[in-house]
């Protein structure tokens, strides 16, 4: 419970450094687009090959499939309750794709490696790096067009997602990395969250204060985002015999906040990303409560 309220706490001033940054001219639009593309196509690629081949998990083929269709179910879990949920909020409609997007994708990434590591470690880092892979498949192909309303078909073969293939066929050959090239991700990757927080802290910087509480659909959005579907993903993993790591994982991720990709996803092709922002900034609020519950009633 402390290391994941630790682990968040963290995640909050690297936003709040973001923020007094954009707000000094130290941080200006400009730079905050050229940091989104820098760690969408550089950074967070390195990151994911380097978590998934520096781990030393001990798992099988079998676990690797397994880890990836149930990857993939919740996301198709979380994106059939957004089509649920989302019309009952009434989002205006240039809003709406953000909420759809918001909805289906939590931040499996900044937050969720590192929360998962800290709250179930052993494999919990391999098993979360590898959820990335269908991750960033949706972020950059459904998830860019509901976001911007463009589906660029060359972003959907990602520097992330391509990165992630390749680490897990690597992975799954035992096919032997150089140790230096590893921890060179390894040093690189390590800036994808503060980058990722400094650019969520810039765009909130950009936007008046009081405009930051003023959306009160985030109140249910929120609350769907942290407890329900983290419950929904439980009761569906109670039907199955799954490892326990695994499974802890899948709950973890099911209940993260609101996904850091959205902000540098519409900062890059176009969107509502003070929406975006946002809903992150105030799910990754709540979530110092929930997530440390979460680890303790259900993780013990």
């Known amino acids: 419970m ?3 309220m630790h682990q968040i706490a963290v995640i909050f001033i690297g936003i709040l450094a973001g923020f007094l940054c954009r707000k000094r001219g130290i941080l200006t639009e400009e730079g905050t687009a050229v940091v989104s593309r820098l760690v969408v196509n550089v950074v967070l690629p390195l990151y994911l090959f380097g978590a998934i081949l520096h781990s030393g998990a001990a798992v099988d083929a079998r676990g690797v499939m397994v880890t990836l269709g149930l990857s993939f179910a919740l996301f198709l879990l979380s994106g059939l309750a957004a ?43 391999f098993y979360g790096s590898l959820l990335n892979i269908p991750y960033n498949l949706l972020c ?51 800036a994808t969250s503060p980058c990722a ?35 929904l ?20 991720m099911a209940a993260m906040p609101a996904a ?24 990754t609020a709540l979530s110092i409560v929930t997530i440390p519950l979460w680890a303790a009633v259900y993780f013990g």
Request: proline share 6%; aromatic share 8%; charged share 10%.
């Open 197 to 231: 927080m400094l650019i969520i802290g810039s765009v909130l910087g950009s936007v008046p204060f009081r405009d930051i509480f003023s959306e009160w659909r985030a109140i249910p959005y929120v609350l769907i985002r942290l407890v329900g579907l983290g419950a």
């Open 2 to 4: 402390t290391a994941a």
């Open 140 to 190: 950059f192909s459904l998830g860019i067009w509901l976001l911007a309303g463009k589906l660029p078909l060359k972003r959907i073969l990602n520097p992330a997602f391509l990165a992630g293939v390749a680490a897990a066929a690597l992975y799954l050959l035992r096919v032997p990395v150089p140790e230096v090239v590893l921890d060179g991700c390894a040093f690189i990757g390590q």
């Open 83 to 125: 089509l649920v949920i989302v019309p009952l909020l009434r989002p205006p409609a240039g809003d709406k794709g953000v909420y759809l997007f918001e909805t289906m994708c939590g931040n499996v990434t900044y937050i969720g490696i590192p929360v998962c590591a800290a709250v179930l470690g052993g494999d919990a880092a």
């Open 233 to 252: 993903m439980a009761l569906l993993l109670s039907f199955l015999n799954v490892d326990p790591v695994l499974k802890g994982v899948l709950i973890l």
């Open 260 to 283: 850091t990709n959205s902000t540098m996803l519409c900062t890059i092709y176009g969107g509502n990303r003070a929406l975006s922002a946002k809903l992150i900034f105030l799910s």
